[in-house]
């Protein structure tokens, strides 16, 4: 299937930094991305869907001033965390859709605030 | 508004058992129906997937899943689960016409050996 790459896997920061994920979709271009969260024992959480060329669609109750989303590219997406605190602190994933309609996952990005 | 449900939240089988994990979902239309499986430190994989065609659907390392339209429902089977079937299962529905998967809270399946 196809590939999509997220990057870093892992980050610690100190609160009131940002952060930058960045999301790749390797052997297809995506159109559209998504960038979910999930909390301990808990579903994956949507919290934006990002449109290639134009600005991401925010889910109800995210902070879209926050969560800076760039689609700046058919092949990349990325998360920006902005003013990071502790309660940020997650597992967040992105999502690419190819045509047929499957949904290929990157393998996500710990981020820890203190 | 699309959602899906799985009710079992951590399901613990010793090696050869039979396992059913269930899922139910709510959409006023056709859907699109997917599992995924997470390995322990590893990203989402999809198991398998429903468009249409023949309810019952086959997909890696020996899970199936069967669409019953009428009961809202796709459940995933698998005759004989092993250690490496350890993981976290999720169930995904995706609308006609909606954009993005719904996904339920997850299944957390441990086997014993």
């Known amino acids: 299937g196809a590939v999509v790459s997220q990057h870093p896997s892992w980050v610690i920061c100190k609160s009131g930094t940002s952060v930058k994920i960045e999301c790749r979709s390797l052997?297809?271009?995506?159109?559209?991305m998504f960038w979910y969260r999930q909390f301990p024992k808990q579903s994956l959480m949507l919290m934006a869907t990002?449109?290639?060329?134009?600005?991401?669609?925010?889910e109800q109750g995210v902070e879209k001033d926050k969560f800076l989303i760039n689609h700046a590219s058919l092949t990349l997406s990325t998360l920006t965390v902005t003013s990071a605190h502790p309660e940020d602190s997650s597992f967040y994933i992105c999502?690419?859709?190819?045509?047929?309609?499957?949904?290929?996952f990157g393998q996500g990005t710990r981020l820890t605030v203190v | 508004a699309q959602s899906v449900s799985q009710h079992n939240h951590h399901v613990i089988l010793s090696e050869a058992a039979s396992l059913e994990l269930g899922c139910n979902y709510s959409?006023?239309?056709?859907?699109?129906l997917f599992w995924y499986v997470q390995y322990p430190g590893q990203h989402l994989q999809l198991l398998l997937k429903?468009?249409?065609?023949?309810?019952l659907v086959k997909g890696i390392k020996g899970f199936e899943a069967e669409f019953i339209k009428s009961k809202f429902s796709f459940n995933l089977r698998k005759p004989s689960v092993q250690w490496s079937d350890t993981a976290e299962y999720f169930c995904?529905?995706?609308?006609?016409?909606?954009?993005?998967?719904?996904f339920g809270t997850g299944t957390r399946l441990t086997v014993i050996p």
């Open positions: 999502s690419a859709r190819d045509i047929g309609a499957e949904a290929f």
């Open positions: 052997d297809f271009q995506a159109t559209t």
């Open positions: 990002s449109n290639e060329g134009s600005k991401a669609t925010y």
């Open positions: 959409y006023g239309g056709t859907v699109n």
């Open positions: 429903y468009f249409s065609g023949d309810p």
């Open positions: 995904a529905v995706l609308g006609t016409g909606a954009n993005n998967l719904f």
